[in-house]
């Protein structure tokens, strides 16, 4: 991995965080699921290295549902998130824990949503879910991605993203650095057929949309200004109306 900043900070993960449930077999994994059943439209979030149990992500989760949202959280990491404790081990995890398996194990999911009667797929990655979300966004199979302080993303997956992308980076990043992101941007500049938003957050840091400290005001502010640029994307592409503005 780029940089130890991609395990900065870690969350002190609870598998009963969250307003939602967590079932056994969302298209074969087992997901944190929030909001109505009855949803037309769905967002699928992929988490960072540290998981679906994350306290702030299923918070996320859960605010995001209250825009009129059915939300996934997929475990994506089948129970073995990243463990800060074990650095020196990264790249030996991440062996067994690829953005391209995920990618093929969120397809299903899809499916399932679609059989459920969900008519639009928003998806949104951290990290390294960003890669995922990427890779969908490339593959025809959702209609909106959002892609906070990415890792693995590359100018040439700019130039493939084939529905509305927003891309939204630190000006604190080693990973995915402002000069970085100012490339993605202007690929995606040169593609006009696709929508697209990108921002560099003046004073975050990697990873600051969802590992933040709620006694860090500054932070708390900063994650739900990420938040509301989330959710107003989706309402743009996924055709909603912003019915509450989101708070953490």
Known sequence: MASSQCCDNPPALNPNAGEGKVVDGFGGLKAYLTGSDDAKAAVILISDVFGFEAPNLRKIADKVALSGYFVVLPDFLHGDPYKHENAEFIPV???????????????????TLKDKGVCSVGAAGYCWGAKVAVE????????????????????????????????????????????????????????????????????????????????????????????TDMIGWFNKYLNLTLKLKPSL
């Open 93 to 111: 995890w991440m062996k067994s824990h690829t953005p391209g398996k995920a990618f093929e194990e969120a397809k299903p999911i899809i499916a």
């Open 136 to 227: 969908l966004s490339k593959a025809y199979l959702i209609e909106a991605a959002v892609l906070l302080h990415p890792t693995f993303v590359t100018v040439d997956d700019m130039t493939e993203v084939r529905c509305p992308i927003s891309v939204l980076g630190a000006e604190i990043d080693k990973i995915s650095p402002p000069e970085l992101v100012k490339q993605f941007e202007k690929v995606l500049l040169e593609n006009s057929a696709v929508g697209h938003f990108v921002m560099i957050f003046p004073g975050a840091k990697h990873g600051w949309s969802v590992r933040y400290r709620h006694d860090d005001a500054v932070a708390v502010k900063r994650a739900e200004e990420v938040l």
